[in-house]
DNA sequence: GAGCGCCGTGAGAATGGTTCTCGGTAGGAT
DNA sequence: ATCCTACCGAGAACCATTCTCACGGCGCTC
């Protein structure tokens, strides 16, 4: 059986109103900010659930595990910006079908792929070099 | 000034003598078991020297860092066996150049990306299989 | 070959993100 | 309203990784 309590909203909710990639930790902190008293381990719960169920995609960058909200059941990658964060939904059809036929190629079954693209936003990149 | 230690050269030979991805934790329980009373400080300090000189790469995977000895100098990916960590190098030129124009299309600047193919290699698909 | 300066090493402690524990709470069916 | 039980919260536990710092060995110089 399956529960919906508001802690749960609480955070699908601050995960959708984020415009890239946050941590844990930092939804965990923007959650208390708005009074919302929110257990850490309860945040870890929900985004697992979250991820587990297709509705976030996760990503892991310095040792920490990021979140995102995201068009459920829908494969798609990402192209995030390093500096900020923020992540642009990118289909890649044919990476998807080079990736099975390599995975083939060398007698693997059963292949998954991870693939991201990670760069600098325009707005950072125009912070960049004017600095 | 760089030095020699039989050290990192016991580090080196232990990674390249491994056939896929191996934890540095793994790695040194391995020296260890041979006899080399190498630190577990050492071993990350060498295989971040190595991943930074390009001689082996390194992924992530379950919040471990796993490392493999590589062909240096060389840009390359590579096919994951997430059952037993073997792994085969491939080229992804189309996928390098996929990258570059998803970034270049929506104005983000020093591409760089991950791509990496998981499955189960023949030995491991056989073995799930028969079970 | 001997001396010397200083980088690399090793053991253990510290760090920090994530997960576990456990008593308490509240969702939802009856 | 009541009961059952999944969920929550706080803090402790966990674990991979990094840091600290005294010591030993590498390589340069003479």
Redesign the interface.
Known sequence: MKRNTWQREAVRDALGRTEGFVSAQALHASLRGTGSEVGLATVYRALADLAHEGEADSL?QEGESLYRACTPGSHHHH?I??NCGTA?E?S?D??EA??RQ??AE?????????????????EC?AAASAR
């Open positions: 892991v192209l910006c390093r642009v990118i890649a044919p990476v080079w990736a390599v995975a060398h007698g693997f079954t059963e292949p998954n792929h991870v693939v991201d693209v990670f760069g600098l936003c325009p990149s």
